[in-house]
T-cell receptor, first 113, second 111 residues
Framework: ETGVTQSPTHLIKTRGQQVTLRCSSQ?????VSWYQQALGQGPQFIFQ???????GRGNFPPRFSGLQFPNYSSELNVNALELDDSALYLC????????????FGQGTRLTVV | GQQVMQIPQYQHVQEGEDFTTYCNSS?????IQWYKQRPGGHPVFLIQ?????EVKKQKRLTFQFGEAKKNSSLHITATQTTDVGTYFC???????????FGQGTTLQVKP
């Protein structure tokens, strides 16, 4: 086990609703990254948080937002949900910088109906 | 933006056969990481390669980084059913550690 925990594990939402996903990083890690993994695809980088600030963002619209807390845990918020937002959302914790491995949580499976 | 392509997308092998997946980039990479994702699971770090021409081994797994640092490969000798899963490769950003994943190679092993 990586020590990275995500909640909830599964979630069903209706189109147009808002959702908040949570991630507790591994002890000692200061960086949290969020990824979206559609079925049959590789994880796509959404954004990263370091020292409670966004530190890099992928090609996702502003309705995807996040937070990092002083204890390095993080939230991913998605507003105005669309059907295409249905995916596995993965949180990865690491030390800031290159040449460090990422420790992934088990993910939250979001289904938008 | 930076992209990596993995081939093949799917591979079915008989247990005991060898397996190789390739990761190709059009640009020079500072490093490459490999992850394995079991069905229904999450990506798990396998290895990182940094140096041109680097070769690393983990038991039956051999990882290579090309001389030009634009491609990489993962070779599994004598596959076992425990090797089933999707193997992802991708560089980690030199500044942030952001990962750019390829689409993965899904390995099925028939016992």
């Amino acid at each position: 086990e990586t020590g990275v925990t995500q909640s909830p594990t599964h979630l069903i939402k209706t189109r147009g609703q808002q959702v908040t996903l949570r991630c507790s990083s591994q002890s000692g890690h200061n960086t949290v990254s969020w990824y979206q993994q559609a079925l049959g695809q590789g994880p796509q980088f959404i954004f990263q948080y370091y020292r409670e600030e966004e530190n890099g963002r992928g090609n996702f619209p502003p309705r995807f937002s996040g937070l990092q807390f002083p204890n390095y845990s993080s939230e991913l918020n998605v507003n105005a949900l669309e059907l295409d937002d249905s995916a596995l959302y993965l949180c990865a914790s690491s030390f800031q910088g290159a040449n460090t491995e990422a420790f992934f949580g088990q993910g939250t499976r979001l289904t938008v109906v | 933006g930076q992209q990596v392509m993995q081939i093949p997308q799917y591979q079915h092998v008989q247990e005991g056969e060898d397996f190789t997946t390739y990761c190709n980039s059009s640009t020079t990479l500072s490093n490459i990481q490999w992850y394995k994702q079991r069905p229904g699971g999450h990506p798990v770090f396998l290895i990182q390669l940094v140096k041109s021409g680097e070769v690393k081994k983990q038991k039956r797994l051999t990882f290579q980084f090309g001389e030009a640092k634009k491609n990489s490969s993962l070779h599994i000798t004598a596959t076992q059913t425990t090797d089933v899963g999707t193997y992802f490769c991708g560089p980690s950003s030199s500044n942030t550690g952001k990962l750019i994943f390829g689409q993965g190679t899904t390995l099925q092993v028939k016992p």
